[in-house]
């Protein structure tokens, strides 16, 4: 089982929402949390990152159409996208590091796919 469990993916049309979801059993806690992406043919890519302090920055593509935000409670990030475009196609993978350690932790992805 992976260490960070992902959900929310599927299919939708060009335009439309969807939300993911990534929560942990774990009972360390993350300095840092984030979203990735693998298209098709391509490299894993950082979509947005948010902080224990709650800063958050985006690739430039979803900037005004993605939302991150994290519950530090329950170990919990979650992405908020709207306004999708087939280009927003690819795996979607949660990624955190420890507070307390350079110990790195993923998801197995779960899968967006956007119809034009």
């Known amino acids: 089982q992976a260490d960070l469990v992902e959900s929310g993916g599927g299919l939708v049309q060009a335009g439309g929402s969807l939300r993911l979801s990534c929560k942990t059993e774990k009972i360390t806690r993350f300095s840092v949390m984030a979203w990735y992406r693998r298209a098709p043919g391509s490299q894993r890519d950082l979509v947005a990152r948010i902080t224990i302090d709650s800063l958050t920055n985006y690739a430039d593509s979803v900037k005004g159409r993605f939302t991150i935000s994290r519950d530090s409670a329950e170990n919990s990030v979650y992405l908020q996208m709207n306004n999708l475009e087939p280009g927003d196609t690819a795996i979607y993978f949660c990624?955190?590091?420890?507070?307390?350690?350079?110990?790195?932790?993923w998801g197995q992805g779960t899968q967006v796919t956007v119809s034009s």
């Open positions: 990624y955190a590091k420890s507070r307390w350690s350079e110990t790195h932790y």
